[in-house]
C-alpha cells in the first residue's frame, strides 16, 4: 500500500531541509506511532497511578496484563494482516475500491468472533479473579486485534495530519481517564485502556468509511480461494511469534520470572531493558519507511512499468540497476542513522537508566537488546523489499528461522547465565539479516530471468 509513498515524495519534492525534516517526521510517526505512543501511554498511566492510591503491586499486575493483550493480539492478527493488506493492495490496483470497505468490515467481524471466542475460553478456564477484570480483558483483547487490521489502512489514507491527530486523541484520552478512574484500581486503569483504544479504533474507522464507499455492508471475498495466500498467513504469524517468543520463555521460567496475576508471568530481569531498547528504533523506522517507500518504490514502479510496456531489455537493465542502487542506497541509511543512535545512547544510557531510576544492572542487557532491535529495523527494511518483489517463499523461511533461532538461541543463553541473556534475540535477527542480504543479492540476480520466464 504505496499511499504514504506519494505523499512523503510530494513532502520531499519541495527540496528543503524544512520539506526533509517533516517527510522524517510522518515517516516516524506513521511507521512507529501507533505502537510507540501506546507503550509511552500505558508507561504513563502506571506513573500517573503509582503517584494515586493503587499500590505498586497492582500497577504491575495492570502493566503485565497489558503487555499479553499486546503479544496475544500481535501473534494472533499477524498472518492475517498480511494476507488482508495482500488483498486491499490487489484490488487498489485493479480498481476495484467498491470492494475494500465490505471486506474490511467481513474481516473485523471475523476477528471479532475469534478473538471473542478464544478470549472468553481463555479467561474461564485459566483465570479465577473477578468477572469484572475478565470482561475487561476480554474487551481490550477484542478492541486490539481489530485495531491491528485497521491500522494496515494507515499508509493508505492520506489525510496524515487526520491520523496524527486521532492517535494523540485516543492516547491523552487513555491518560486523562486513567487519572480520573484510578480509583477502582485494576478495572480503572483497564477501563481507561479500553477507552483509548476503542477511541482510536472508531475513528480510524470513521476516516475509513469516508475514503472507501461500498453498495454493499459485509463481503468475504478475501476468502475466495484465488485470493487465498497461505504463506502470507504463515509468515504474518511466524514474524510476530518469533518477536515474542524470547519474551515468553522468560515469563514462563520460574527461574527468570515470577507469578504476577493469575496464570501471569513477568521477568522483570528482561522485560525492562528490551522493552525500553525498542523505543530507540523510531529513528531507523523512519529511514526506513522513506528510503523504501520512496527511492526504492518509485524506481520498482518504473522497472516492472518498463516491463509491461514492452521497453527494451538495455533500458529495462539500467532501471534495475537504479533499483538495485536505491535498496543498497537504503540499507546503508537505516544503518547510518540506526547505528548513530546506539552510540548516543550507548554514551548516555548510565545516565538515562539513573534518570528513569532504573539500576546500573541493566546497562548488559540494555546495550545487547538496543543492536537487537537496531538489527531488527534491518530485517523489516529487508522483508518488505522482499515483499515487494512478491519473494513469499524467501519471507517466510527467514521468519519461520527467525522464530526458531530466537527460540534455540534462548534457551541456550538461559542455561548459560545471566551474562547471556538478549543473546538469542540478537544473534538469531543478526544470522536472519545476513542469510536475507545473501538470498536478496540472488534474487535481484535473478529478476529478468523470474520475471520473464517463471511468470510464462
Not at 118 to 134: A, E
Not at 293 to 302: L, N, Q
Not at 344 to 363: D, V
Not at 389 to 410: M, S
Request: charged share 10%.
Amino acid at each position: 500500500m504505496a499511499g504514504i509513498g506519494f505523499e512523503l515524495r510530494k513532502i520531499l519534492s519541495r527540496d528543503s531541509y524544512t520539506a526533509t525534516l517533516h517527510a522524517y517526521v510522518y515517516a516516524g510517526l506513521i511507521s512507529s506511532g501507533p505502537w510507540v505512543l501506546s507503550i509511552i501511554s500505558v508507561m504513563l498511566v502506571g506513573i500517573i497511578s503509582l503517584g494515586l492510591v493503587i499500590p505498586n503491586t497492582l500497577v504491575g499486575q495492570f502493566l503485565v496484563t497489558v503487555t499479553y493483550l499486546m503479544a496475544t493480539s500481535l501473534i494472533l492478527t499477524g498472518g492475517l494482516q498480511l494476507f488482508f493488506t495482500r488483498f486491499v493492495s490487489d484490488r487498489l490496483f485493479e480498481h476495484k475500491y467498491e470492494q475494500i470497505l465490505p471486506n474490511l468490515l467481513g474481516v473485523l467481524l471475523m476477528v471479532t468472533i475469534s478473538a471473542g471466542v478464544l478470549g472468553i475460553v481463555i479467561l474461564s478456564t485459566l483465570f479465577d479473579q473477578p468477572l469484572i477484570y475478565r470482561l475487561l480483558v476480554l474487551a481490550n483483547f477484542v478492541v486490539l486485534c481489530n485495531l491491528w487490521m485497521v491500522i494496515i489502512f494507515l499508509s493508505g489514507m492520506k489525510a496524515y495530519n487526520r491520523i496524527l491527530l486521532t492517535m494523540l486523541v485516543g492516547y491523552t484520552l487513555m491518560v486523562i481517564s486513567a487519572w480520573q478512574l484510578a480509583f477502582l484500581q485494576i478495572p480503572g486503569l483497564l477501563l481507561a485502556l479500553l477507552i483509548g483504544h476503542s477511541s482510536l479504533l472508531f475513528l480510524f474507522l470513521y476516516d475509513i468509511l469516508r475514503e472507501y464507499r461500498a453498495e454493499k455492508l459485509i463481503a468475504f471475498d478475501f476468502l475466495q480461494r484465488r485470493q487465498v495466500f497461505m504463506s502470507l498467513l504463515v509468515t504474518g504469524f511466524f514474524y510476530n511469534f518469533g518477536i515474542w517468543i524470547d519474551k515468553f520463555l522468560f515469563w514462563f521460567n520460574p527461574g527468570t520470572s515470577n507469578n504476577v496475576i493469575g496464570p501471569l508471568r513477568a521477568s522483570i530481569l528482561y522485560d525492562l531493558p528490551i522493552f525500553l531498547a525498542y523505543l530507540a528504533i523510531i529513528p531507523g523506522m523512519a529511514v526506513f519507511l522513506v528510503r523504501i517507500e520512496t527511492d526504492f518504490a518509485e524506481w520498482y514502479d518504473r522497472l516492472f512499468r518498463a516491463i509491461r510496456e514492452g521497453e527494451t531489455l538495455q533500458h529495462i537493465n539500467s532501471l534495475k540497476t537504479e533499483m538495485t542502487l536505491s535498496i543498497r542506497q537504503g540499507l546503508l541509511e537505516i544503518c547510518k542513522v540506526q547505528g548513530l543512535t546506539v552510540v548516543l545512547l550507548y554514551l548516555f544510557a548510565p545516565r538515562l537508566l539513573e534518570w528513569l531510576g532504573i539500576s546500573s544492572y541493566y546497562l548488559p542487557l540494555f546495550y545487547i537488546d538496543l543492536i537487537g532491535v537496531s538489527i531488527q529495523v534491518v530485517f523489516m527494511a529487508l522483508l518488505n523489499v522482499f515483499f515487494y518483489l512478491d519473494k513469499r517463499k524467501v519471507v517466510l523461511e527467514l521468519c519461520v528461522l527467525f522464530a526458531v533461532l530466537n527460540a534455540t538461541l534462548t534457551l541456550l543463553s538461559m542455561h548459560l547465565g545471566p551474562s547471556f541473556f538478549g543473546y538469542g534475540f540478537t544473534l538469531s535477527l543478526l544470522i536472519c539479516v545476513l542469510l536475507g542480504l545473501h538470498r536478496l543479492s540472488t534474487a535481484l540476480e535473478d529478476l529478468e530471468y523470474d520475471t520473464f520466464m517463471l511468470s510464462r
